[in-house]
């Protein structure tokens, strides 16, 4: 997803994070860096992957294919796609976005047995980035994220600090998004400035 | 600790599972059919081997799906994992669904039998 949202919504209404973030700046060298994506649009998508004319129909729609190797997904310029399941997709997109995707979704797939649901509000993503990121999330998750195994492409279902988290890697800085519960991500946050802490952590608002 | 491989997402910690007891457990078509000593066998009566047994989990930590296991109840080995709307492939699986007490139980009479792919 594209750091900065052409979107001016994603400033718009409130976040959990906000009192946590009024603390942004730190060492710009800092081993790990914070930011929350405020308020993208998360919808999920289910429907039979084995039906060719459902994956057609989605492609025309999203403008790329649903990923259907499980613990991957695929991004372009308008939305991310994440496999959550053999039939269910999570689709993050720009905040304001998801009313036009979910509606398009809507019309193709109104013949084909499917479902889509607006998600939105129901979690946030925390992007985590630096020198030390990996090693800060491997003091709080089992999935091995070591580069022989886990690569930009690649997603998770899994636990952070026992919260229930969704993992993906953007790039080899490395960075990844968690994505996780909006009434979890002030816990999340504040474990991760305190894993954080003795590699230096910058906060970007 | 238990290293279960989800058939989806491969290999996981158990803390990302949830145990959904006794596989394979029809449940009655028509319970009226039933007197109330036959539908507590349904109900309550649950094997608890010493050895193999087919058992059902829950991938509830990650990709939320059922999928059914063969597992031994002494060494906690796990032999066979196996998709949740089919029976057992292997031999160890094969015997125990096919020796299983509920084979033959009054519920298992009155049901037509599970249709699996
Ligand atoms: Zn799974």
């Given at each position: 997803m594209v750091d900065v949202s052409p979107n001016k919504k994603e400033n718009e209404g409130i976040s959990p994070l906000d009192s946590l973030i009024k603390l942004s700046g730190g060492p710009q060298d800092g081993g790990i860096c914070l930011k929350e994506h405020r308020h993208t649009?998360?919808?999920?998508?289910?429907?039979?992957?084995n039906d060719s004319r459902f994956t057609k129909l989605v492609y025309r729609v999203l403008g790329n294919k649903l990923p259907l190797t499980p613990n991957t997904f695929v991004q372009n310029k308008q939305q991310t796609t994440i496999w959550l399941g053999p039939d269910e997709w999570l689709i993050n997109c720009f905040p304001g976005d998801e009313s036009t995707i979910e509606n398009n979704l809507n019309n193709s797939l109104s013949k084909i047995s499917n479902s889509v649901t607006n998600v939105s509000d129901n979690s946030t993503i925390i992007q985590i980035s630096g020198s030390k990121a990996r090693t800060v999330i491997m003091k709080g998750c089992s999935i091995d994220i070591h580069p022989r195994t886990f690569q930009p492409g690649q997603a998770v279902q899994s636990n952070l600090a026992l919260a229930l988290i969704v993992l993906w890697q953007i790039d080899q800085k490395p960075t990844y998004n968690i994505l996780v519960r909006s009434s979890f991500s002030s816990y999340l946050w504040q474990w991760l400035l305190d894993a954080g802490a003795e590699f230096g952590i910058h906060i970007e608002k | 600790m238990l290293y279960i491989e989800c058939p989806w997402c491969g290999f996981r910690d158990d803390e990302e599972f949830h145990y959904?007891?006794?596989?394979?457990?029809q449940r009655p078509?028509?319970?009226?059919?039933?007197?109330?000593?036959?539908?507590?066998?349904?109900l309550y009566l649950k094997s608890n081997p010493k050895g193999?047994?087919?058992?059902?989990?829950?991938?509830?930590?990650?990709?939320?799906r059922w999928f059914n296991v063969l597992r031994n109840t002494v060494t906690n080995e796990i032999t066979e994992i196996y998709p949740i709307d089919t029976l057992p492939n292997s031999k160890e699986g094969t015997e125990y669904y096919g020796q299983n007490w509920r084979r033959k139980s009054s519920v298992e009479k009155t049901i037509k039998p599970r249709e699996y792919k």
């Open positions: 649009g998360k919808l999920v998508l289910r429907g039979n992957p | 959904g007891g006794e596989a394979h457990i078509t028509d319970p009226n059919e039933l007197n109330d000593e036959e539908f507590s066998e349904y193999v047994i087919l058992e059902r989990w829950l991938h509830s930590r990650g990709c939320r």
